[in-house]
Structures are given as C-alpha cells and as structure tokens.
C-alpha cells in the first residue's frame, strides 16, 4: 500500500513548513499549545537537557503513555520531535523512539535537536501516518500529538496503527475531537483543517474507527476546551463570519486523552 498525498495533505504539509520555518508553535498563528502553557509537568520538561521545547501539540500523550525502560515507541507525526525527545529519555539506551512525519522542515527540525541532545536512541523517518514507514508488530506503544484530526482518512490510519503494534500493544493519544457536527462551511474550510479544527471527527466515530481496526479497551477523556486552536483557525478562514455560527464550534470542539490497545 502506498499513500499519494491527497489536496489535504499538501495544504496540512505547507502549513507546518510554513509553521516551523517561522518558529510559530501551535496549530495558529499563536503560541497557545506552547508546553509552558501548562500541556507538559514540569518534571517532564526538565529532561530536555536544556533544548528549547517547540510543541505544536494539544496535550500530553506521553504521560497518557506511561513508558518503560527498553520499549519501542512510534510518534506519529512527530513534528519538531519534542514527544520523541521525552520519550528517548523514558525508555532509554536499549529502548528505541521512531518518529514519522511527513513534512521534510519538520524531519529536519527533529533530527537537529536529537543531535544537539545526543539522543542516539532515537530517528526520524519522512512517510504519512496512514501508510507507515514501519514493520508490522514491532512497536510497544504509539504516541501522536494533535495529528490524526489532521488525516483526510483516520480509518487507514487506525489500520496501519494496529498494524505495526505488537499483539498488547498500547495506543496513547492526545487529539482534537468534536461533540456533535461542526458548521459545514468550518468543515469546508482548507484552512481550518490545517488549523486542527476543521478535520476533527466526533468522539463516536473516532471510536467506531478505532474499533473497526481491531482496537478493544478503548477510551476517550476530554482535557480542555481549546478556545485558542479554535479561534486561531477559524481566523485563518476567509470566510464571512455571518456564514457560521463561533458559538457553535466552540461548542463542539475539544482536547482528548485517547487510549486503546491491540489485544495480546
Ligand atoms: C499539529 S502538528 C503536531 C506536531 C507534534 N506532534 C507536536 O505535538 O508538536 C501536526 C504534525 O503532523 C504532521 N502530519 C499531519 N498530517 C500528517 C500525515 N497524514 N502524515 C504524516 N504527518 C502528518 C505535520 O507535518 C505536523 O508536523
């Protein structure tokens, strides 16, 4: 299976070179998601050695992942690689970290910091998420971090997560989701979907799809309402607002903690 990138894909991957280029975090123009806004404890942050965090995250997948000594972790869509770099240190020397991305700035970004941290438990590979560049039933756990609702198709996703996972394998994710639909010009938009907002599926489907892919024990928390990631994206929409209702989206959208798990 090979994934061509899709009109999503290319817009999601300009916004991100764009992002990191600029040293913009988040999903918008702001630093909202940034880790000193609280997405990350400090204990955590101090294993950075240093290296200034870049998050562009929505949350903290690798608490939710409790990592041990010696496992094999993947992030997906790892951008600057900062859960990458946390998760290096939990598993350490004879655990391995893989990060998957699809945005070359990003890649690069990853690779430079994991040099400067002297991570040599750790690697980056260019590919899309809904067609790994990884063996099958090789990876303890899966990370991802404000990506999935970036997809134009969860479902393969879901597949290709299930199967690179070992048999117990654990799935950890923070991820934007909605309660109910979204207005149809807000889903329409290119730009909100970039903007993490857009491509968000409800909590019901996302679960649906996770469980069609074989997933059992699944769970979806919400964390916050992200007033910010909401505002910023629909700020990059030239839309005229009469057309939508703000309330309506900030009604729908949210911050999740996902867990699911291959069975043994
Ligand atoms: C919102 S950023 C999150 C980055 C990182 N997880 C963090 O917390 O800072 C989304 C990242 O996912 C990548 N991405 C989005 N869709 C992807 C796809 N279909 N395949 C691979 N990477 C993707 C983008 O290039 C970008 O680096």
């Known amino acids: 299976m090979t994934q061509s990138p899709t009109p999503i894909h290319d817009v999601v ?34 294993t ?23 496992q094999t972790v993947l992030d997906l869509g790892s951008g600057a690689g900062l859960d990458c770099f946390f998760a290096a240190k939990k598993v350490g020397e004879s655990g391995k970290v893989i990060g998957v991305d699809m945005t070359p700035e990003m890649i690069e970004r990853a690779r430079s910091g994991a040099k400067r941290m002297n991570l040599t438990n750790v690697e980056f590979r260019q590919g899309f998420i809904e ?35 070992k048999p117990g394998g654990k799935l950890a ?54 007033k910010q990631t909401v505002d910023d994206a629909l700020g990059e929409m030239e839309l005229d607002t009469s057309s939508y209702s703000k309330e309506d989206v900030y009604k729908a959208v949210y911050s999740a903690k996902i867990t699911a798990y291959r069975p043994a």
Do not use: Q
């Open 48 to 70: 950075l050695d240093g290296e200034a965090p870049v998050s562009y995250g929505c949350g903290d997948p690798i608490t939710l992942a409790s990592l041990e000594p010696g």
């Open 173 to 226: 994710v923070s991820d934007i989701v909605t309660d109910g639909e979204l207005p149809d010009e807000v889903k329409k938009s290119l730009s909100a979907w970039a903007g993490c907002v857009a491509g968000a599926v409800e909590a019901k489907d996302y679960t649906a799809m996770m469980e069609a892919a074989g997933f059992t024990d699944i769970s979806i928390k919400p964390v916050f309402f992200d």
């Open 13 to 46: 991957r300009e916004h991100y070179a764009e992002r990191i280029k600029n040293s913009a975090s988040c999903c918008g123009p702001s630093d909202c998601c940034t880790p000193e806004n609280n997405l990350y404890p400090t204990d955590l942050l101090a």
């Open 131 to 165: 067609d790994l560049p990884v063996e099958s039933g090789t990876v303890d756990v899966i990370v991802s971090n404000c990506v999935i609702n970036l997809s134009p198709d969860k479902s393969k996703v879901f597949n290709e997560t299930f199967r690179v996972l």
